[in-house]
Each structure stands twice: as C-alpha cells, then as structure tokens.
T-cell receptor, first 117, second 116 residues
Framework: AQTVTQSQPEMSVQEAETVTLSCTYD???????LFWYKQPPSRQMILVIR??????QNATENRFSVNFQKAAKSFSLKISDSQLGDAAMYFC??????????????FGKGITLSVRP | GAGVSQSPSNKVTEKGKDVELRCDPI?????LYWYRQSLGQGLEFLIY????????KSGLPSDRFSAERTGGSVSTLTIQRTQQEDSAVYLC??????????????FGEGSRLTVL
C-alpha cells in the first residue's frame, strides 16, 4: 500500500518570503500522480498543483512550484512571495496511475502554514 | 452551484443516534469519494463509487458505517449508533473519469459531525 508522509506539522513564513513544505511517499509503482491540496478555514480542499510521475519537469503554477525527486520519492512544495491568503493547511496526496487502478487519493496528515504580516 | 454540495454543514447529535450526511457531486462526475478528517489527522479514505461498479468500501471503519449512491449522482453516508470517536469532518469529493482525466478530486466543504 502506498503511504504519504508529511513530517512537519506546522510551519511559519514571513509575508513575501519563500517557504518549502516537505512530503515523501512510498510506492512500488512507476506510474502515479502527486498533488498538493490547500485547505483554508472554510474546509473546502482546493488543488494547488499536480505532478505526473512520468514527467521529469517540475510542475509550476504561478507562485507555487514543486521539487519532484522520483528516485528519492520526495515531492516538496515551494511557495514564493508568500501572501496572507496562503495561510491554510496543506496536504500532499498520491494517486496510482496504473490502468484500472482505484482512483482514490492517499493523503498525508497535512501541515499548517501560518503567514506573518 | 457548480461545485460539490454537502449537507448538513454542521450536525450535533447524541451518542447512539443515527445520522445521515448527504453529498451532491458535480454534474457529470462519475466518481464519488467519502473521506473523514479527524482533528489533527489527515484525510482517511472511507468509500469510493465509480459509475455502476461495485463500490470500494475498504475504508469504512466499522459496520455502523454505510453509504449509497442513488442514480449515479447523490450519495448518502449513514452512521448508525454514533459514538464520540465518530466526531469529525466528513468530506465528499467527485471526479471526472475517462479522458481528459487529470486525477483531480473536487471537494465539498464537508459536514462537521459532533457526537455528544
């Protein structure tokens, strides 16, 4: 079974600075997807960024980028120019890409990010 | 609205009572998921529906939990004889299967259940 580990329960960043959130995962599969979701106080999970394992290029979405290290099974999220609205809980998630595989996501325990003004 | 809708938003019940939580997925999404988020924990998978296939119930924690999906759309999660450890936020998500399939799940705002 796949597992996702987020070892840092909390992090804090100064507004306008850069912060990196760590995530590692364990799988024997070669084809899979990785995601970072954001959960603000409203509780609704919002997709921040996704990465296909077969792509070597790291995904980027505006101020958000990932450092995907497939061999190390590491998938960290970098937030540049942090804004107050970035304060939320962030979850790393894994999904199998195998044909016919269940499409459910396996989540880490999340990390609470606070942004200092 | 166009998003995943869940009701009730908050539910307080007494230990031993049954509760029903409802999820209305995004129109056209054939896959539907229930997750549980307990305080300080990540998201725990409960059950997954995909089209007319048999649901994946492997995450249901006990036989007090059940879920159904009528007409391939609305889903109801039922918890019988609630216990205090059932207190959590129950999140529903839906996704589009087939192409294009980005793998993304779209979540509702959840139902917060408090068992006294």
């Amino acid at each position: 079974a796949q597992t996702v580990t987020q070892s840092q329960p909390e992090m804090s960043v100064q507004e306008a600075e850069t912060v990196t959130l760590s995530c590692t995962y364990d799988t024997s599969e070669s084809d899979y997807y990785l995601f970072w979701y954001k959960q603000p106080p409203s509780r609704q999970m919002i997709l921040v960024i996704r990465q296909e394992a077969y792509k070597q290029q790291n995904a980027t979405e505006n101020r958000f980028s990932v450092n995907f290290q497939k061999a190390a099974k590491s998938f960290s999220l970098k937030i540049s120019d942090s804004q107050l609205g970035d304060a939320a809980m962030y979850f790393c998630a894994y999904r199998s890409g195998a044909t016919g595989a269940n499409s459910k996501l396996t989540f880490g325990k999340g990390i609470t990010l606070s942004v200092r003004p | 609205g166009a998003g995943v809708s869940q009701s009730p938003s908050n539910k307080v019940t007494e230990k031993g009572k049954d509760v029903e939580l409802r999820c209305d997925p995004i129109s056209g999404h054939t896959a539907l998921y229930w997750y549980r988020q307990s305080l300080g924990q990540g998201l725990e998978f409960l059950i997954y529906f995909q089209g007319n296939s048999a649901p994946d119930k492997s995450g249901l924690p006990s036989d007090r939990f059940s879920a159904e999906r009528t007409g391939g759309s609305v889903s109801t999660l039922t918890i019988q004889r609630t216990q205090q450890e059932d207190s959590a936020v129950y999140l529903c998500a839906s996704s589009l299967m087939g192409q294009p399939n980005t793998g993304e799940l779209f979540f509702g705002e959840g139902s917060r259940l408090t068992v006294l």
